[in-house]
């Protein structure tokens, strides 16, 4: 489509039955993949690690080739995608959010989706708008919902400065003209052809091809620097002026009714869940609310009366946390603190009190003002732009030395408070790495620029051990209700009975150390475990709620990554004044307890 125009959203909801919205988002088990890197749907040679691990860099040229198919679109699509639905439903996946969709710039190799040119078509890439439907409904036959990503505060490289050096200065720079579909300034900003232009030329839709729409001030330099992080451009992707005013006052620009009419013409075509909005540090709290307000709204009209708008916040986690409160978004990516922590955590490499205080067990007065709260974060560790790391980019498996601890990380990720998000190919230990973003975005269909350093071979393994086991984890997560909403409590411990306390990693060795907490629900208390000794099982006393339990209670082990384990029974013991079981943890595994049924 050229123009909002063409949207008639009466006509595409009428008579028409949208699928709910989830009761509660933090029962969703949350899955991020790339839609170039995922699935092709032809997927032919299953990876063999003993033949085919960094075999694309046999010599440099193949090197060489492997390394520039990262810039470029590898061929992962939507029908894709929707061949393995299946796949995500085997591993108990309940929500999937998939990158940008919307029809990039034509000149440049923007597979990552970041930069759009037509708000209101699908990318050829990756399909049509059909296409997206299709898999919407697929999804939704599953029981799985759809997150798209969106982006508010700025579109592709579509026009060009006359300065070939535009950086932020606080003022406007003049423009040449808006790109043609061969990237050269050639479109006037006054009385367009537009006939002439379509599809690939310019802005669309044509609403959006006014100067007016951006606010020209040059290409950020400082990023941490106000009003510069919020008017400059982000690189060659140039910002888009949303308005002006205070936050609860806000006049939304003409670019910011026209974006938001979009993305309502989107919910209503392909029936979406949710959306996780990009890049919200660099939008006006009043613009954020304006649009949340009006996609609430808009939903509720049709029967989605918890769409979820996810918010990508960086600045900070006191900053994420007051955005939240301004701006109405639902949840924010725990990109503060959470991936760094919850990552060097489960790999002994930082105390473990540093992850679990990041949440809090009430919104009241009185707890923790800046941690989170049940389902206002999603979690996650591995990702796709993995903004905590500078420079260079790696997955937790990229450090050879620590990446058995895997699954105590998806363990760790899953058990806690959030919406849990699992980044495509960790299921499988993907382990990329890099000078830049790109080593982290492997292609999981067999495409050129293939995980491991391959060419051609897919990760889809169902058999994978860490598959099968995260498998099991995500259902015992599912089948109670204290671990998808429970209150958290890092238990003390002891190795000797007697000497209790809270685990610290002491001086710059790993800790190697148990890490025992709960979740409990009204009267039920769930004991959960890790150990990141990855050479020997370990034993140790925990401390559990004195007033939930009785001595010699029983706990039966529902599930151990040590599978002879599971269905053992300990009792409860009483140690001095306090309530203590016996826990033993395999190497480099994780183990849930609960209270046997009599």
């Known amino acids: 489509m050229r123009s909002v125009k063409e949207i008639d959203l009466k006509a595409l909801i009428e008579n028409r039955q949208y699928f709910p919205s989830p009761e509660a988002w933090e029962d969703q088990i949350l899955y991020f993949l790339l839609a170039d890197r995922f699935s092709n749907g032809q997927e032919r040679d299953l990876y063999d690690p003993k033949q085919d691990y960094e075999k694309a860099l046999r010599d440099e040229k193949t090197t060489k080739a492997w390394q520039e198919f990262g810039d470029q679109w590898n061929g992962g699509n939507l029908r894709g995608i929707k061949s393995k639905i299946g796949y995500l439903k085997t591993l108990g996946i309940t929500a999937i959010w998939i990158s940008p969709l919307f029809k990039q710039v034509a000149f440049e190799d923007s597979y990552h989706g970041y930069g759009i040119q037509n708000f209101l078509e699908i990318d050829p890439h990756l399909g049509t708008k059909e296409d997206l439907k299709d898999l919407v409904e697929e999804a939704h036959e599953h029981g799985i919902y759809i997150i798209l990503d969106i982006i508010l505060n700025h579109t592709g490289n579509v026009f060009r400065y006359v300065t070939n050096e535009a950086k932020y200065n606080g003022n406007e720079f003049p423009v040449q003209a808006f790109h043609d579909q061969n990237g050269e300034p050639t479109i006037p900003f006054d009385n367009i052809d537009f006939d002439n232009i379509w599809p ?40 888009i002026n949303t308005g002006h005013g205070e936050y609860n006052n806000y006049q939304p620009s003409n670019a910011l009714k026209v974006l938001t009419e979009c993305f309502k013409y989107w919910i209503a075509f392909a029936d979406l869940d949710g959306f996780r909005l990009d890049t919200v540090k660099h939008l006006e709290a009043g613009a954020t609310r304006y649009f949340v307000r009006e996609i609430h709204e808009f939903t509720e009209t049709i029967g989605k009366n918890n769409f979820y708008v996810i918010g990508e916040i960086t600045g900070g986690f006191e900053f994420a946390i007051n955005s939240l409160q301004k701006t109405g978004i639902d949840a924010a990516l725990g990109i503060n603190r959470i991936p760094e922590k919850l990552e060097n955590v489960a790999k002994g490499y930082l105390d473990p009190i540093e992850f679990f205080s990041l949440y809090k067990n009430s919104e009241l007065l009185g707890e923790e003002e800046y941690s989170w709260y049940k389902d206002n974060v999603v979690t996650m560790f591995d990702d796709h732009d993995m903004v905590t790391q500078s420079g260079f980019k790696s997955r937790f498996c990229a450090d050879k030395t620590t990446a058995p601890l895997l699954l105590n990380a998806l363990f760790l990720n899953l058990m806690s408070p959030g919406i849990p998000c699992i980044y495509y190919g960790t299921e499988q230990g993907f382990d990329g790495s890099g000078e830049g973003d790109k080593y982290v975005r492997e292609a999981m269909f067999g495409g050129n620029f293939g995980a491991f350093r391959t060419h051609g071979k897919h990760f889809f393994q169902e058999q994978h051990p860490v598959f099968l086991e995260l498998a099991k984890i995500i259902a015992i997560r599912k089948a109670n209700l204290a671990l998808k909403q429970g209150r958290l409590y890092q238990r003390e411990i002891s190795y000797n009975q007697k000497d209790f306390a809270l685990p610290h990693k002491i001086g710059k060795e790993r800790h190697t150390g148990i890490i025992v907490w709960s979740r409990i629900i009204s009267d039920e208390e769930i004991i959960l475990a890790v150990n990141c000794d990855m ?52 190497q480099s595994g994780c183990v849930v307890y609960k209270k046997k049924d009599n």
């Open 200 to 239: 690939n030329g310019g802005i669309w839709p044509q609403e959006l091809m006014r100067l007016d729409t951006f606010s020209r001030k040059g290409e950020i330099v400082n990023w941490d620097n106000s009003p510069e992080y919020l008017e400059g451009d982000f690189f060659s992707l140039k910002n």
């Open 535 to 586: 050479e020997k099982d370990r034993e140790v006393d925990a401390i559990l709620d004195n007033t939930l339990h009785h001595v010699d209670e029983e706990f039966e082990c529902n599930y151990s990554s040590q599978s002879a384990q599971i269905g053992s029974i300990v009792k409860l013991n009483q140690v001095m004044d306090k309530k203590v079981i016996s826990l033993k943890v395999p």
